[in-house]
């Protein structure tokens, strides 16, 4: 089910040179694995975030928690594309834990780009908790 926000025209090579960007200014001297994450929102704002990284590990940040609170800091909204890059710059898939986050802020028809080609993110985790199941 993609909303019809997400079925704007967004260019997925242009979205991908802003998660490389962020990429770049990634904090992972631990792991030496930076991630540069993108997103376009639902008004047309192209929201970023990068990982990180924190010496006691578990305290870390995903690059996904800082583009969420990117989107929260320019205004909200939903987000619509999703990209995400390691170091080399080549697509990376979100974990478990990032694909729950981007379900908060973007739902069902949340397009992500793949290695195996463009999904929504309803195919990624299906079955989904989200906020709907809090007030039923």
């Not at 001297?29 to 990180?52: K, L, M």
């Not at 969420?68 to 080549?90: A, E, M, Y």
């Not at 908060?104 to 463009?118: C, D, N």
């Amino acid at each position: 089910m993609t909303s019809p926000a997400a079925e704007l025209a967004v260019d997925w090579d242009e979205l991908r040179a802003e998660a490389r960007e962020a990429m770049s200014h990634a904090y992972a001297p631990y792991s030496g694995y930076p991630v540069g994450v993108a997103a376009r929102v639902d008004d047309g704002r192209t929201v970023s975030g990068c990982n990180v990284e924190n010496a006691s590990y578990g305290l870390g940040l995903c690059a996904e928690c800082g583009l969420v609170s990117d989107l929260q800091r320019t205004g909200g909204g939903r987000l619509t594309h999703f990209t995400c890059v390691d170091g080399k710059g080549d697509i990376l898939v979100p974990c478990g834990r990032c694909r729950q986050l981007l379900y908060e802020f973007g739902g069902p028809g949340l397009l992500v780009e793949t290695p195996a080609g463009i999904l929504p993110l309803s195919e990624m985790l299906p079955q989904a908790f989200g906020p709907d199941h809090l007030t039923r």
